[in-house]
Structure formats: structure tokens, C-alpha cells
């Protein structure tokens, strides 16, 4: 059974940082790329960044800078470090798999919401 499952979110200030973790249980974790993708309210949901299964990163522009995204093959697990916060980063921050091999294995966490708010 194939487990996605996002934590680390909260509120936090503007200028603030939070990190987010995202646990991945019952797949070949290194034969994924692991994206970070948020959902506003109101809005579509959005891509914020993807890590390659060797771990290089790419990130959408409205986050480059301030975000970075790592991933612990050992652990099972990706990181998103988020820093600089605004007020526009609010949203329900959901880990996404997708499998190099197989299109149809593509599979998504619960969410965790983030907002950032004085």
C-alpha cells in the first residue's frame, strides 16, 4: 500500500520559515521524482518545485530563491525548506510521486496547509 504523508505545516509570520517533510512508504522511492505542489483558496493548484530521482531540483519562479527542495533517499522522504514567506504563499502544500517508469503510478499526500499571517 503506497503511503504519501506531508507534515510540518502551521502559521508562521511573514519573513518567517517552515519546513516541510513528506514520507513516502511503499514504493522504490529512488525510482521517483518528487514534486511540492500548493493550493490556494479560490485557485488551481500549482506546481512549487520537483526533485529528480538523483536529486537535482527545479523550482517555479515565484518561489526561486526561497525555497529549496531536498530529498533523503535513505529516509524516504523529501524536504521543503521555505523561507522569506509571504503572505501569498498561503496555501494547502500537498508532495506529489510520480514514477519514471510507470505513468500510471503517480500518487498524493493529504495536504498540509501553511499560512502565513501577522
Known amino acids: 500500500q503506497v503511503k504519501i504523508v506531508e507534515s510540518g505545516g502551521g502559521l508562521v509570520q511573514p519573513g518567517g520559515s517552515l519546513r516541510l517533510s513528506c514520507a513516502a512508504s511503499g514504493i522504490i522511492f529512488g525510482y521517483y521524482v518528487m514534486g511540492w505542489y500548493r493550493q490556494a483558496p479560490g485557485k488551481q493548484r500549482e506546481l512549487v518545485g520537483v526533485i529528480t530521482s538523483g536529486g537535482s531540483p527545479n523550482y517555479a519562479d515565484s518561489v526561486k530563491g526561497r525555497f529549496t527542495i531536498s530529498r533523503d533517499n535513505a529516509k524516504n522522504t523529501v524536504y521543503l525548506q521555505m523561507n522569506s514567506l509571504k503572505p501569498g504563499d498561503t496555501a494547502v502544500y500537498y508532495c506529489?510521486?510520480?514514477?519514471?517508469?510507470?505513468?500510471?503510478?503517480?500518487?498524493w499526500g493529504q495536504g498540509t496547509q501553511v499560512t502565513v499571517s501577522s
Open positions: 506529489n510521486a510520480k514514477s519514471l517508469f510507470d505513468k500510471g503510478a503517480d500518487y
